[in-house]
């Protein structure tokens, strides 16, 4: 293994990192900052473009969270959330490619509430490495938690 490859998989485990710690924190633009600017999030096939078009969908499923911690009888008004990912998988394709598998679990004020996988495209802006294509598939939810609402919201039942 080269040097630039084993730069560019660190480089991606901090991306992963950063992303899910200002996340959870509520710090939008420093999660922002895992995404390239033409980054593409796509949940469950529907594909959202650009960097400022991905905040607006993270900016709606945080008031989302606050409705929920405040409907949901927690103790507190604002969400308690937790994103752990693990066993992340790098393939590093070349100088400028990488990409990355991964499953994450969602923890929230009552426990477990969701989880699922995250399959990443990475790109290379100067030194950094970026988030080019986030897929995400929830593949189950705690029944009555936030994400089972979600998704029965978006008619996806079944959690």
Not at 8 to 22: D, F, G, L, Q, T
Request: hydrophobic fraction near 40%.
């Amino acid at each position: 293994m080269e040097l630039w490859e084993l730069v560019a998989r660190e480089e991606i485990r901090s991306c992963v990192a950063r992303y899910n710690a200002a996340g959870d924190a509520g710090r939008m633009d420093d999660m922002m900052g895992a995404f390239a600017e033409d980054a593409i999030m796509e949940i469950d096939g529907e594909q959202t473009k650009g960097r400022d078009a991905i905040a607006a969908i993270f900016r709606d499923a945080g008031r989302g969270f606050v409705r929920y911690a405040k409907t949901a009888g927690t103790p507190r008004d604002v969400p308690v959330l937790k994103h752990f990912t693990s066993t992340l998988d790098i393939t590093v394709s070349s100088p400028t490619e990488a990409h990355a598998s991964m499953y994450y679990a969602v923890l929230m004020y009552h426990g477990l509430d969701h989880w699922g996988r995250y399959v990443d495209d990475y790109k290379p802006v100067g030194d950094r490495w970026y988030i080019a294509h986030r897929r995400e598939f929830m593949e189950g939810a705690s029944v009555g938690g936030f994400g089972a609402r979600h998704m029965a919201e978006m008619g996806r039942g079944g959690f």
